[in-house]
C-alpha cells in the first residue's frame, strides 16, 4: 500500500481521500483551512452530482439527515432574460446545497474512512518540495482552479426573502437565464438554497466565460447588479429583499480538449485538472469522479512509474468524449439569438426539452442532445 498526500480537500480531494484510504492506502488530506469553510459556488448539485455522492455512500437520506441547509431541487427552469422561458421537471431529485455544509459532509467522510487531516497551505508542488516528494509515493492536486487553468469567472450572492414572498412553484426549481449582457455562454442563476422559519435563502449569481468577460467594460459585480436590474425575476426580488450578503467572485476552470492531468508522481483531479462542464460551470460531479477514478489508476497499476499514465488514460476514456461533446455543442452556440432558440425548441418539442434538461443536470450525455431534435 502507498503513502499519498491528497492536497486540497474540496470534492476532489475528498472523493480521492475518501476512496483511497478505503483501499487501504495511507492518507493525509491536506488543506489551507480548517472545516467547515466556505467556497464560492451556485451550491447546485446536479443528479450527476447525487449519482457520483453515492460512490462515496453518501445518499439523499445521508443528505437530509446530516446537512443543516439544503433544498431538493426537481426541475429547471431555462429562459432568456425578460424573454422565452421553459420548465422541465426531473425524474430524480438533485439539490441544492451551500457550499460550507455540503463540502463538510464530504470532509467528515474522508475523515471517517481513514485520512489524516491536516491544516497547511502547499503554494508549490515541485521536486524541490523535500517532504512530500521523500514521504509520499504520490501526490494528488486537487487544489481547485487556482492550479488549473481558469478561463471562466463567476459571482454569486446569497438573498434572503420570505418564502411567502416567492412563487411556491419555484422553490424546487432551479432558474437559469441567458441575457445579453452575459454574453453569448454566459448565464444567471436563482437557487433556492434553504427554508427555514419562513425565510428563503436563494443563490443568486451570474457566469461568464473570460473570453467574452474581457470584451465587456465592465467588472465582475458591475455586470451582477446589470443582470439583476435586466432580468425580470430577480428584479421583482430586489424589492422583497430582508437581507443579503456581499456578492463574491471566483474563477473557474472549466474543461480543456488534450488536457495533461499527472507529471512524475503528481496527479491532478478536480478543478486543478479543468474538470469543470464548459456549457454549465458545474464542477462538483466531475470532482468526485476524478477522485474515483485516479484511485483506480493507483490501485490498478502493478508498477509507480506506470501511474502517472494510467491515470492519464482514464481521465481520456471517462472525461474526454463528454468533454469533446460539450465543447463542439459550445462552439456551435455563435450567436445569443441561438439561446432564444433553444428556449423556443424545448418549448416545442418535448423530447428535445427532456434531453437539454437531463444534459445540463448531468442525467445524460451531451452526444446525446442534438440526434434527439430528430424526434
Ligand atoms: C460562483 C461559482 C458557482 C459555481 N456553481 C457551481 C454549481 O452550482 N454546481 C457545481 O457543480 N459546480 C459549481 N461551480 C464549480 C465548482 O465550485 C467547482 O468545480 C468545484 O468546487 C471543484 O472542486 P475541487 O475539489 O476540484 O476544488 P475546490 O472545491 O476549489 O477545492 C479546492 C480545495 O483546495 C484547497 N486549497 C487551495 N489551494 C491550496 C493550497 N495552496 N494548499 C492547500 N490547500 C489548498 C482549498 O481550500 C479547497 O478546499 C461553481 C464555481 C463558481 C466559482
Same mark, same amino acid.
Given at each position: 500500500m502507498s503513502k499519498i498526500a491528497v492536497i486540497g480537500a474540496g470534492p476532489a480531494g475528498c472523493s480521492a481521500g475518501y476512496h483511497l484510504a478505503k483501499s487501504g492506502h495511507q492518507v493525509t488530506l491536506i488543506d489551507k483551512e480548517s472545516f467547515p469553510r466556505e467556497k464560492i459556488c451556485g451550491d447546485g448539485v446536479s443528479l450527476q452530482s447525487v449519482q457520483a455522492l453515492s460512490t462515496m455512500g453518501i445518499y439523499p437520506q445521508d443528505i437530509k439527515a446530516r446537512v443543516s441547509e439544503f433544498t431538493p431541487i426537481n426541475g429547471l427552469v431555462l429562459g432568456v432574460s425578460n424573454g422565452n422561458y421553459h420548465m422541465q421537471t426531473t425524474p430524480l431529485e438533485g439539490y441544492c446545497i451551500p457550499r460550507f455544509f455540503f463540502d463538510n459532509l464530504l470532509y467528515e467522510r474522508a475523515i471517517n474512512a481513514g485520512c489524516i487531516g491536516r491544516t497547511q497551505r502547499i503554494a508549490n508542488i515541485d521536486r524541490y518540495h523535500q517532504e512530500l516528494y521523500s514521504d509520499f509515493d504520490f501526490i494528488i492536486d486537487a487544489r481547485g482552479v487556482y492550479t488549473g487553468e481558469a478561463n471562466a469567472i463567476a459571482i454569486r450572492a446569497y438573498w434572503i426573502v420570505?418564502?411567502? &414572498?416567492?412563487?411556491e412553484a419555484y422553490l424546487s426549481l432551479a432558474q437559469i437565464y441567458f441575457d445579453r449582457s452575459l454574453g453569448i455562454h454566459g448565464y444567471g442563476w436563482i437557487f433556492p438554497a434553504d427554508i427555514k422559519a419562513g425565510l428563503l435563502k436563494l443563490n443568486v449569481g451570474v457566469g461568464i466565460w473570460l473570453n467574452e468577460y474581457q470584451k465587456m467594460n465592465a467588472n465582475i459585480i458591475k455586470i451582477f447588479d446589470q443582470f439583476v436590474h435586466r432580468n425580470q425575476q430577480t428584479q421583482e426580488l430586489l424589492t422583497k429583499i430582508v437581507s443579503k450578503h456581499k456578492p463574491k467572485a471566483y474563477p473557474l476552470a472549466t474543461a480543456l480538449k488534450g488536457n495533461r492531468v499527472s507529471y512524475g508522481k503528481v496527479l491532478k483531479i478536480g478543478d486543478a485538472a479543468n474538470?469543470? &462542464?464548459?456549457?454549465?460551470?458545474?464542477?462538483i460531479a466531475n470532482a468526485i469522479l476524478s477522485g474515483l477514478h485516479v484511485t483506480q489508476a493507483i490501485n490498478m497499476?502493478?508498477?509507480?512509474?506506470?501511474v502517472a499514465e494510467n491515470w492519464q488514460h482514464l481521465y481520456e476514456t471517462c472525461f474526454e468524449e463528454d468533454i469533446r461533446a460539450a465543447l463542439r455543442i459550445k462552439s456551435f452556440r455563435?450567436?445569443?439569438f441561438m439561446n432564444n432558440m433553444l428556449v423556443w425548441l424545448m418549448k416545442r418539442n418535448q423530447r428535445f426539452s427532456e434531453q437539454v434538461t437531463y444534459a445540463i443536470v448531468g442525467s445524460v450525455p451531451y452526444n446525446e442532445v442534438l440526434p434527439s431534435l430528430k424526434h
Open positions: 420570505k418564502s411567502e &414572498d416567492f412563487p474538470l469543470t &462542464d464548459p456549457l454549465t460551470g458545474e464542477g497499476s502493478t508498477r509507480p512509474d506506470q455563435k450567436y445569443s
